[in-house]
């Protein structure tokens, strides 16, 4: 006050508090400032409004394991992964929005541990069993920040204009243009067709010529007739003899006389 010096002072807060303390040094107050006048002008709704209002409950968790689903929900939102192949493919995605295509593995692995930490948290499991069921190597509390720390990330990029808000089609645009592959499951949704409705699905065959070989007697004594395929060199069937099968009539013979076979109408 007045012309005393500056001190330090914590700040009180009605909601949980977690994470380290954070000091505001005189050079970034500019910035803050300036970025705290974009999220408040910002006009997002739909998605990113409810993914945004899913963050900060999180933040208000009195503990990070609380504050995982919330997380994980949002990043759902964000990235329209409302189906079983939208969620199979939402940890590359987050990888590729919030990592450098060298680590973008390691990023979507940890996004996995995070999914696989909430289901063991959910069926009513322990950080503790976690870590001896996974290793030591993925704490469950390290696994809840890195995820709340590339949400925020996506999020004020977002808010500030960085980043389009279809950020599903974002990390898809980048994932094509990094050249990495993209997973495509593909279900066959066709019935299987019955005998009485199964239609032909491809051309028709060339035609085929009959050829017949004459194979050495079988024991009955009867010599064996073996009938075999060809394509013809010119794809059709050889001419046939238009009168094979017919019965000759005597009336074939009758002459140009019209009156042997016409009658008055």
Request: aromatic share 6%; glycine share 6%.
């Amino acid at each position: 006050m007045d012309e005393g010096v500056w001190k330090p002072l914590p700040l009180g807060f009605g909601a949980h508090v977690r994470g380290e303390p954070w000091v505001l040094e005189a050079a970034e107050v500019a910035e803050l400032v300036e970025f705290l006048g974009v999220v408040s002008g910002a006009r997002h709704g739909g998605r990113i409004a409810w993914a945004l209002s899913r963050f900060e409950m999180g933040c208000e968790r009195a503990l990070d394991e609380e504050a995982l689903s919330d997380y994980l929900l949002a990043l759902r939102a964000l990235l329209d992964a409302d189906d079983e192949t939208a969620r199979a493919t939402l940890s590359r995605r987050v990888a590729a929005l919030c990592a450098e295509q060298s680590q973008r593995r390691a990023l979507q692995r940890r996004v996995e541990l995070a999914f696989a930490l909430e289901r063991f948290l959910v069926g009513g499991g322990s950080s503790e069993a976690y870590v001896e069921s996974v290793g030591a190597a993925a704490p469950p509390r390290q696994i809840v920040r890195e995820v709340e720390t590339h949400l925020r990330a996506v999020l004020r990029d977002v808010l500030c204009g960085y980043l389009d808000p279809d950020l599903k089609a974002a990390a898809d645009d980048i994932l094509v243009a990094s050249g990495e592959p993209i997973e495509i499951r593909a279900t066959d949704l066709r019935h299987q067709p019955t005998a009485d409705s199964r239609q032909p699905t491809e051309p028709e065959p060339a035609q085929r010529e009959m050829r017949f070989t004459r194979e050495p007697e079988q024991a009955t004594g009867e010599p064996a007739v073996e009938v075999e395929e060809a394509e013809s060199e010119t794809g059709e069937l050889p001419a046939a003899d238009e009168d094979a099968g017919v019965t000759p009539s005597a009336d074939w013979e009758l002459d140009d006389d019209p009156a042997s076979y016409s009658a008055p109408i």
